[in-house]
């Protein structure tokens, strides 16, 4: 399965009661340590397009009780991003994809962010 999302920048919503909303307190600080503006609203559109992707790759649409903070991206010490997942998330994966794995990529700029997910 394969999920793909974008944006663009000039949509995402920087507000922090919108970060607060779609987002865990480590995805917070990873987008807050932001160096400008412009890379804390890359991140933020990003993390919407991971959510997005996995979401998608997962066949979990409206009415399936999913929320955005059922899924959280993180990092290994290299930079590579990965997903956790939390609540109705994690039961579809295990229900259906249990013996699988979730790999993630993402890229932003400062025109457009997107992320693609895929269950392989």
């Known amino acids: 399965m394969i999920g793909i999302d974008c944006i663009d920048i ?4 920087n507000s922090d009661e ?5 987002a865990s307190n480590e995805e ?3 987008v807050k340590k932001s160096f400008c503006d412009s890379l804390r609203v890359q991140r933020t559109g ?3 397009c991971v959510k997005e992707a996995v979401m998608k ?3 979990l649409g409206k009415g399936s ?6 899924i959280e991206l993180c990092h290994y010490e ?4 990965y997903v956790k997942l939390y609540g109705k998330a994690l039961d579809k994966f295990n229900s259906d994809f249990k013996d699988k794995k979730i790999e993630i990529s993402l890229s932003h700029t400062p025109i457009i962010a997107m992320a693609i997910a895929i269950i392989i």
Do not use: H, Q, T
Request: glycine share 8%; aromatic share 14%.
């Open 65 to 70: 009780g999913v929320v955005f903070k059922d």
């Open 10 to 13: 000039e949509r995402v919503d």
């Open 57 to 59: 790759a997962l066949e």
């Open 28 to 30: 917070i600080n990873y």
């Open 18 to 22: 919108f970060l607060n909303r779609i």
């Open 78 to 81: 290299s930079g590579k991003p």
């Open 46 to 48: 990003a993390l919407f």
